[in-house]
């Protein structure tokens, strides 16, 4: 079975300091692997998919097959990134999303 | 991106009644929509997947007969919680897409039962 792991629940930087929210997962096909951000009081939004490829926010994910990762990163974090950040991982072919359980990044002024 | 919305925003119930949450999706058609519950300090946990017209599909674990999904139309699937109890409180969320295109998340519904 897939399963997605986020080995931190809370994460906490100084504004400006580089930030890595780590994702690992497990599936032996091909997946998809996506980074969705919930800020307070708002509902669930897709950051990126590791299929674009694309930075959003400045915020870039690389899939690393050798070591099942999809890494989260950011150079210098900004007070608006204070947020809940979900790893998800799709079958492909599939529709359905697995989640991970979330960390929860802090950004300090 | 496209809008989903949830009604109610929040619910409280008394034990034994049944309550309904509407997903709707408002500016595009969703074949397919699913359910989650989201525990305090821990992730979306799937609940079903429907698709548009026919049955839903329940995960492991998960009773069909006490949540009951209905997915009449391309814009509307609801969930009905039956004969509610106080394990069943939670945050619902609801989200919308078409295939393998990306998913549309609702606000989700806070569910309290007495």
């Known amino acids: 079975a897939q399963r997605v792991t986020q080995p931190e629940k809370l994460l906490s930087v100084f504004k400006g300091a580089p930030v890595e929210l780590k994702c690992n997962y497990s599936?032996?096909?091909?997946?998809?692997l996506f980074w969705y951000v919930q800020y307070s009081r708002q509902r669930l939004q897709l950051l990126l998919r590791?299929?674009s490829r694309e930075s959003i926010k400045g915020f870039t994910a690389d899939l690393n097959k050798g070591e099942t990762s999809f890494h989260l990163k950011k150079p210098f974090a900004q007070e608006e990134d204070s947020a809940m950040y979900y790893c998800?991982?799709?079958?492909?072919?599939?529709?359905?999303?697995?989640f991970g359980k979330g960390t929860k990044l802090t950004v300090n002024p | 991106g496209a809008v989903v919305s949830q009604h109610p925003s929040r619910v409280i119930c008394k034990s034994g009644t049944s309550v309904k949450i509407e997903c709707r999706s408002l500016?595009?058609?969703?074949?397919?929509m699913f359910w989650y519950r989201q525990f305090p300090k821990k992730s979306l946990m799937l609940m079903a997947t429907?698709?548009?017209?026919?049955?839903?599909?329940?995960e492991q674990g998960v009773e069909k007969d006490k949540f009951l999904i209905n997915h009449a139309s391309l814009t509307l699937s609801t969930l009905t919680v039956t004969s509610a109890h106080p394990e069943d409180s939670s945050f619902y969320i609801c989200?919308?897409?078409?295939?393998?295109?990306?998913?549309?998340f609702g606000p989700g519904t806070r569910l309290t039962v007495l």
């Open positions: 989200s919308a897409g078409r295939g393998t295109d990306t998913q549309y």
């Open positions: 599936y032996s096909g091909s997946p998809e």
């Open positions: 590791h299929i």
């Open positions: 998800a991982l799709r079958k492909g072919g599939s529709e359905k999303l697995v």
């Open positions: 500016d595009f058609q969703a074949t397919t």
């Open positions: 429907s698709n548009e017209g026919s049955k839903a599909t329940y």
